[in-house]
């Protein structure tokens, strides 16, 4: 991937997945249909709640929740208010559920975020919160199968609440064999580059620290064993 596609300001690598309905990589398309398969042979539905995502769709996530805009949560997954709180406090309570633009997996293609439709009961709007997808959650035994069967096709959970900076995320699935060397190329450097032109909230602060934040929340993630 070029320094743009690693950042997610190109997306020349992205290809658009008809079912599941998703943008992913190209060359994680063939991975995630064979396991889409296999999934619907164990009785699931398997659907992308999230996949792609720009640098400008980051950017204004960022930017909204920075300015208290759109909610920003807590390890427990509660509202936090974030009024009181410094840029630098700021920024590390949106990094624990939210990428910083131009870090995020999702500019790679190779992350996504699933869920069995399935399993969704009728009007229930889908939150990708760790209740439902632990025991008694709509998603437990989505779940579970994917524990026992997505290494087998490629896939592993980056955020399993070991290494990372980032909250657990048990609906968040990485095609290794892309993401590792995404991850890789990323440095701090380059990620630095795509922030300097851009208008984020807590341009600053985040600079000063970019090194240590790269290194917590892009680096060191909870890395498959089959690698």
């Not at 943008?23 to 249909?33: E, I, N, S, W, Y």
């Not at 096709?153 to 590792?180: C, D, M, N, Q, T």
């Not at 290194?215 to 890395?223: K, L, M, Q, S």
């Amino acid at each position: 991937m070029t320094p743009e596609q690693l950042t997610g300001r190109d997306a020349g690598h992205i290809v658009e997945v008809a079912d599941p309905r998703c943008q992913v990589h190209a060359g994680t398309r063939g991975a995630l249909l064979e396991l889409c398969r296999a999934a619907c042979k164990a009785g699931f539905e398997l659907a992308v709640a999230s996949s792609f995502r720009s640098f400008e769709r980051q950017l204004t996530i960022w930017n909204e929740k920075f300015s208290g805009r759109r909610a920003v949560l807590d390890a427990a997954g509660r509202p936090l208010d974030i009024a009181p709180l410094d840029d630098a406090a700021r920024i590390r309570a949106i990094l624990l559920w939210s990428a910083l633009p131009g870090a995020s997996r999702h500019h790679w293609g190779t992350d996504v975020d699933l869920i069995d439709r399935a399993s969704v009961p009728p009007g229930y709007h889908v939150q990708l919160v760790g209740a439902e997808f632990e025991r008694g959650g709509p998603f437990e035994a989505f779940h579970e199968w994917l524990l026992r069967h997505a290494a087998g096709f490629g896939f592993f959970k980056p955020y399993r609440g070991i290494l990372s900076g980032v909250a657990p995320e048990p609906w968040h699935w990485s095609h290794a064999e892309i993401a590792e060397p995404a991850r890789q190329c990323l440095t701090p450097e380059l990620l630095l580059q795509a922030l300097e032109s851009a208008p984020i909230r807590g341009k600053e602060a985040l600079a000063a620290r970019i090194g240590e934040l790269h290194a917590t929340y892009v680096r060191d993630i909870d890395r498959p064993a089959f690698v």
